[in-house]
């Protein structure tokens, strides 16, 4: 599907992105791999921090041009500080790509890792704009404070950094069109990774109540293809969408909510 293409992958180094790193070289294409931990994953592997402005500014300065796709799989767990997590996982990949873009060829397609903890975002819109507001240049430690993030029970600034980077993605469905650069989100459900102990136990007794509907936790393998697909050729018409792989999960919900 995806043989002679290159590709960067960030959070190559474990779980759903190592395992992406795996199945596109499986397909043919060479991959790139970025990571904070070094990996072999990869064909090639650049370390950065992507909740840093300077080293994101470094890291695209020394990545190759030409890339046809970049996966945006590296994020962190509700159990860090919600400023770290709304840097890495929103306000950095969005200097990351936003640098990466000129240097990507056309016809590119960019994935992004989001999760069904962004589900929510229509019942969020306030929030998540004020959210968007901010750079990684910006004073997020203040914001975090601001909106209660640090005291928030529940990993809040998880939920938030997801909604926003659904939000952001759906934004941008068209900004690159001139180019034929496309950009989607995946969200998964629970996936059996080194971070899941972290969500159960930030979500605690609503963790509990999910796993009573849930047959078993995703793989990195069930998730894989789809950032693969996400990435490929056959994904052309998608643009801002949000591809759920969640074992149901948010067709459960959605059926619960309406009452169906
Ligand atoms: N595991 C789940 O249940 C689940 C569910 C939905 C969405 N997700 C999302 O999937 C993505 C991958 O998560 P995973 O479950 O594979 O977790 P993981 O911990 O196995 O992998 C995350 C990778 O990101 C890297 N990373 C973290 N912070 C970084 C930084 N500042 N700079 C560079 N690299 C950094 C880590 O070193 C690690 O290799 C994340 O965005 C996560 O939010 C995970």
């Not at 960019?110 to 929030?127: E, R, T």
């Not at 990684?136 to 600034?157: H, I, M, P, T």
């Amino acid at each position: 599907m995806n043989n002679g293409k290159t590709f960067i992958v960030t959070g190559a180094a474990s779980g759903i992105g190592a395992e992406t790193c795996r199945l596109l070289k499986e397909q043919g294409a060479t991959v790139i791999g970025v990571d904070r931990n070094e990996t072999g994953n990869a064909d090639q592997f650049f370390r950065a921090d992507l909740g840093d402005p300077a080293s994101i500014d470094a890291l695209v300065a020394q990545l190759p041009e030409g890339a046809d796709g970049l996966a945006n799989i590296a994020g962190v767990p509700p159990t860090m500080a919600a400023e770290t997590v709304l840097k890495v996982n929103l306000y950095g990949l969005q200097r990351l790509t936003f640098g990466l873009v000129p240097k990507l060829a056309d016809g590119a397609s960019i994935a992004n890792l989001a999760s069904l903890a962004g589900f929510g975002w229509p019942n969020a819109v306030d929030q998540v704009k004020r959210t968007m507001d901010l750079s990684l240049e910006d004073d997020v430690a203040s914001f975090c404070e601001k909106e209660g993030l640090n005291a928030a029970e529940g990993g809040r600034s998880y939920f938030l950094s997801k909604e926003a980077l659904i939000v952001w993605t759906l934004q941008n469905r068209w900004t690159w069109r001139e180019r034929d650069i496309t950009m989607n989100c995946i969200s998964p459900g629970p996936v059996d990774t080194p971070i899941l102990g972290d969500f159960l136990q930030t979500l605690g007794k609503r963790a509990e109540e999910d796993r009573k509907h849930m047959d078993r936790p995703g793989t990195p393998q069930d998730v894989a293809p789809v950032v693969a697909f996400a990435l490929s050729e056959h994904a052309k018409w998608f643009r801002g969408a949000n591809l759920t792989v969640d074992g149901g999960m948010s067709g459960h919900i959605l059926s619960n909510i309406h009452q169906l």
